[in-house]
């Protein structure tokens, strides 16, 4: 009996993404056994499951049997995490921190990207690098990482890089930063909106302002969703950029009928990808509250385990060998990255006058 063709092509990802999801479950169970022997996950699953994959990776390389669905969990599994993310963001929660506040958010994130961009260049990081490093410490750490990199073609080694270093100084942050607080005398609210203005990871913002009080934590919640929601402009942007850079690289003029050269057209699903539609979509329908309340804690959840998986199936990609050799530079580029958006989140609540 004959197997389709698509239904062929299908099964042969069952492996990969098989052993993509065992790494996952490595993962998730050391982040159990952190919060069991230490009170706290320091390290976030999402961090375990790309370390893991790339620790396995190191001495054992998959076979061309797994090759397909761990490829399909790190690029297409993450896709569809990033179109659920959508569903977590709405305007109305958004425009509750104000409309000075609002706008000092969006303009730190912008300043935060064009800083981290420039200082990636300036220490001779390659373009998808910096660009990496730039959205995690701008907009959500791990998480806008993942989502960028399907949109401009990074590399595993780069995705993993960029998220192994981003993790170290994000846990940092967490127990810095009430240090910080405490010394510039700073009200709940003050640090609530400085720890949403540089903090990595949800999770993250709330380990940082829980022990300061509630108000500090639910200012630091909304400025970060600011933050999160600035994911899908920007990857919009890169969508485009990207585009039309390929588009550049690969057209051979065409000649018309006066024999001047034109470009070849690129089509409206080339310069935005599926899944930041998808994005846009989701946000726009629980905006107009069309996503039943009961569904939105099992699409964050789902979201979470196709995420995890995709970090999986990244580490299991990656050459740990091609990540030490440039490990220095981005060590460099994320430290003084994270200490200029320290810098331009106090340098907003002095300019708005909250201190």
Same mark, same amino acid.
């Given at each position: 009996?004959? =197997?389709?063709?698509?239904? &062929?092509?299908?099964?042969?990802?069952?492996?990969?993404? /098989?052993? @993509?999801?065992?790494?996952?479950?490595?993962?998730?169970?050391?982040?159990?056994?952190?919060?069991?022997?230490?009170? *706290? !996950?320091?390290?976030?699953?999402?961090?375990?499951?790309?370390?893991?994959?790339?620790?396995? *990776?190191?001495?054992?390389?998959?076979?061309?049997?797994? &090759?397909?669905?761990?490829?399909?969990?790190? &690029?297409?599994?993450?896709?569809?995490?990033?179109? %659920?993310?959508?569903?977590?963001?709405?305007?109305?929660?958004?425009?509750?921190?104000?409309?000075?506040?609002?706008?000092?958010?969006?303009?730190?994130?912008?300043?935060?990207?064009?800083?981290?961009?420039?200082? !990636?260049?300036?220490?001779? %990081?390659?373009?998808?690098?910096?660009?990496?490093?730039? #959205?995690?410490?701008?907009? #959500?750490?791990?998480?806008?990482?993942?989502?960028?990199?399907?949109?401009?073609?990074?590399?595993?080694?780069?995705?993993?890089?960029?998220?192994?270093? $981003?993790?170290?100084?994000?846990?940092?942050?967490?127990?810095?930063?009430?240090?910080?607080?405490?010394?510039?005398?700073?009200?709940?609210?003050?640090?609530?909106?400085?720890?949403?203005?540089?903090?990595?990871?949800?999770?993250?913002?709330?380990?940082?302002?829980?022990?300061? !009080?509630?108000?500090? $934590?639910?200012?630091?919640?909304? =400025?970060?969703?600011?933050?999160?929601?600035?994911?899908?402009?920007? @990857? %919009?942007?890169?969508?485009?950029?990207?585009?039309?850079?390929?588009?550049?690289? &690969?057209?051979?003029?065409?000649?018309?009928?006066?024999?001047?050269?034109?470009?070849?057209?690129?089509?409206?699903?080339?310069?935005?990808?599926?899944? /930041?539609?998808?994005?846009?979509?989701?946000?726009?329908?629980?905006?107009?509250?069309?996503?039943?309340?009961?569904?939105?804690?099992?699409?964050?959840?789902?979201? $979470?385990?196709?995420?995890?998986?995709?970090?999986?199936?990244?580490? %299991?990609?990656?050459?740990? *060998?091609?990540?030490?050799?440039?490990?220095?530079?981005?060590?460099?580029?994320?430290?003084?990255?994270?200490?200029?958006?320290?810098?331009?989140?106090? !340098?907003?609540?002095?300019?708005?006058?909250?201190?």
């Amino acid at each position: 009996m004959m =197997i389709p063709a698509r239904l &062929r092509g299908a099964l042969s990802l069952i492996p990969g993404v /098989i052993a @993509c999801a065992a790494v996952t479950l490595a993962a998730v169970g050391a982040q159990a056994l952190e919060l069991r022997l230490l009170g *706290r !996950g320091w390290i976030e699953a999402i961090v375990l499951a790309i370390l893991i994959g790339a620790a396995v *990776r190191s001495v054992w390389t998959p076979p061309a049997g797994l &090759r397909p669905g761990i490829e399909f969990s790190a &690029r297409t599994l993450l896709e569809i995490a990033v179109v %659920l993310l959508g569903a977590s963001i709405s305007a109305a929660t958004v425009m509750a921190i104000g409309p000075g506040l609002l706008a000092g958010t969006v303009l730190i994130v912008v300043l935060a990207l064009a800083v981290s961009y420039g200082l !990636g260049r300036l220490l001779h %990081l390659p373009h998808r690098m910096a660009v990496l490093i730039a #959205c995690g410490n701008a907009i #959500c750490g791990n998480s806008a990482i993942a989502a960028v990199a399907p949109v401009i073609d990074a590399d595993a080694e780069d995705v993993s890089a960029a998220i192994a270093f $981003t993790a170290v100084l994000g846990v940092g942050v967490v127990l810095v930063l009430p240090l910080l607080g405490v010394a510039l005398g700073m009200t709940d609210l003050n640090y609530g909106v400085l720890a949403g203005l540089t903090v990595y990871a949800v999770p993250q913002v709330l380990a940082a302002t829980m022990p300061t !009080g509630a108000v500090a $934590t639910q200012a630091g919640t909304l =400025i970060k969703l600011v933050r999160v929601l600035m994911l899908g402009p920007v @990857c %919009l942007f890169l969508a485009v950029a990207t585009a039309l850079g390929r588009r550049s690289d &690969r057209d051979v003029p065409v000649q018309g009928d006066m024999g001047a050269a034109r470009p070849r057209r690129i089509s409206v699903g080339q310069l935005v990808p599926w899944f /930041i539609v998808g994005f846009l979509l989701m946000m726009a329908a629980r905006s107009l509250d069309l996503i039943p309340a009961p569904a939105l804690p099992v699409m964050a959840e789902v979201a $979470t385990a196709l995420t995890l998986i995709s970090m999986a199936g990244l580490g %299991l990609s990656t050459d740990a *060998r091609a990540v030490a050799r440039s490990g220095v530079r981005i060590a460099a580029v994320v430290t003084l990255s994270l200490l200029s958006l320290i810098g331009l989140a106090l !340098g907003l609540i002095g300019l708005l006058g909250v201190f």
